[in-house]
């Protein structure tokens, strides 16, 4: 390779990086100020299920679900955390809720709850 194409490929990739970073930022849910995204993007993350059972003391909730997208996760019944126990005050076994997860230090977790009607 010569010297000029092997320059032009490292500054090409050297210039990709922080449009790399930046997308993942966002793919992660940061805009570019380091804030969580609003709440409408958050909305569109919730996903529908139904409560098999609530561990209060373990602070778990199983959910019989259809797919989460943020996770890339298809339809199956789970066991999730829950970022806030008082979550799990919102509902009971048998209820059909929407609710948004996320992958929070390698658990997956339960960040907001809402009965449906």
Known sequence: MSRSL???VILATALSAPVWAQDKM?????DMSGSAVP???TAAQMSEGEVR???KDAQKIT???GPISNLD?????MVFRVKDPAL???VKAGDRIRFAADRINGAYTVTQIEPMP
């Open 6 to 8: 092997s320059a032009a």
């Open 26 to 30: 966002k793919m992660e849910g940061h």
């Open 39 to 41: 709440a409408a993007s």
């Open 53 to 55: 059972k609530i561990d």
């Open 63 to 65: 959910i019989k679900h």
């Open 73 to 77: 996760m298809p339809p199956i019944t």
């Open 88 to 90: 799990l005050d919102k």
